[in-house]
């Protein structure tokens, strides 16, 4: 398998508002608009900011934030499926999150390989079935909602 990127991390920038330390895609390495799925990267890393205090004497990458890289996957295969590129007063929230199953831990120095197709859309709802694997091994699946949504600007 050819880890070469479609899309490098500061192309992935241009999709998803996330940045350091919420950024959760590395690279995506398939985009199959065709069959509506993503295939992308999370390269797991001791310096993450969550790992001295989660199980410090054994890191161990929080379920949520393995759901969350599924998402900005997700996140980027609607938007490039929709042809277009969110703007800053555009967001990609979670609608649901249905079915999630963990089958074992993610640790320091792991690659997390990020899977995501889109099973169903109505009325601006897209629903994935997602999963999240190293080398092999499943580590997490599920099926999630999404939707996009204009938010308000804060005056400053």
Do not use: W
């Amino acid at each position: 398998m050819s880890l070469q990127a479609v899309m490098d991390v500061e192309e992935i920038k241009t999709y998803l508002p996330h940045r350091y330390p919420f950024l959760l895609v590395d690279r995506v390495l398939e985009l199959d608009l065709e069959h509506k799925k993503i295939r992308a990267l999370k390269n797991v890393s001791v310096n993450e900011p969550h790992f001295p205090g989660h199980f410090s004497y054994y890191h161990v990458m929080p379920g949520v934030l393995i759901i969350e890289a599924l998402a900005q996957a997700s996140a980027i295969l609607s938007f490039k499926l929709m042809g277009i590129k969110p703007d800053d007063k555009t967001v990609y929230y979670f609608a649901g999150i249905d079915g999630a199953r963990f089958k074992r831990p993610i640790t320091p120095g792991d690659t997390l390989m990020l899977e995501s197709q889109v099973t169903g859309e109505k009325r601006g709802i897209y629903k994935f079935a997602v999963r999240a694997l190293v080398g092999d091994q499943l580590a997490c699946e599920a099926d999630l909602l999404c939707t996009m949504r204009s938010v308000p600007q804060n005056p400053q």
